[in-house]
């Protein structure tokens, strides 16, 4: 367990964080799970050992570094965490709550459109697909 700690041991160290037990408890939540949880489900599953409070600010310094994406008040791993782009899109499956990064190739032609249009900087996107996943089906 906890396969990407050296990697958060390494993005924190460069901003001067300590990687305390809350960090990772989190993360080995984060690992076990492949759907998005909300911090508060996160302090169920480690049965309240971690206050909600601290759980935010680990998953925002998780963030912060790249480690973990929000959506919709909920977080996970990221799956690439080379990946420097502001836009993340997701398959999110209504059914078993499964979540998967997909990359797609539009924010430039969209930008483009925006800026055009309606005279909007696009700065990043973050888009959940519904559906149902494979296994569900």
């Not at 460069?14 to 990772?24: I, K, N, P």
């Not at 050992?49 to 600010?57: K, N, Q």
Request: charged share 25%.
């Amino acid at each position: 367990m906890n396969q990407n700690l050296a990697p958060v041991e390494a993005a924190f160290s460069a901003r001067r964080w300590r990687v305390t037990l809350g960090v990772r408890e989190v993360l080995r939540i984060l690992e076990t799970h492949d759907h998005f949880l909300s911090a508060h489900e996160i302090e169920k599953i480690l049965d309240h050992s971690l206050d909600v409070t601290t759980i935010y600010r680990v998953l925002e310094k998780l963030q912060e570094v790249r480690f973990v994406h929000e959506f919709q008040g909920k977080w996970r791993l990221c799956s690439d965490c080379h990946n420097q782009t502001e836009s993340h899109h997701f398959l999110i499956c209504e059914n078993c709550g499964s979540a998967e990064e997909i990359f797609l190739d539009y924010h430039e032609a969209i930008s483009d459109q925006l800026a055009r249009e309606k005279q909007f900087l696009l700065k990043k996107v973050h888009l959940g697909f519904l559906g149902t996943c494979r296994n569900c089906r």
